[in-house]
């Protein structure tokens, strides 16, 4: 663990002294914490983000694959409709 200094505006220490005694706490840990959460991030919250997106593409049994789809949007009467006019 390497030691670093802060300069804390009265305003922010105060509330972090209060919120330290409120949670049994240092102020250390409590910026830690917040620091830890900001740039790193919840590990349990990307994991379970991660897990949520594999396979959000994965091919269901049931819809057409790409060659099919193409083919069925190019169904229809467009070219009849030109060539009547």
């Known amino acids: 663990m390497k030691r670093t200094r802060l300069y804390l505006d009265e305003d922010l220490w105060d509330t972090l002294r209060a919120r330290a005694r409120r949670e049994q706490t240092t102020i250390s840990e409590l910026v830690r914490t917040a620091v830890r959460e900001r740039y790193i991030g ?39 409709r030109l060539t009547a006019r």
């Open 42 to 80: 919840n590990h349990g919250q990307r994991m379970k983000a991660m897990q949520a997106f594999v396979g959000i593409r994965k091919q269901d049994s049931e819809s057409p694959d790409a060659a099919e789809m193409v083919r069925s949007l190019r169904q229809g009467n467009r070219l009849d």
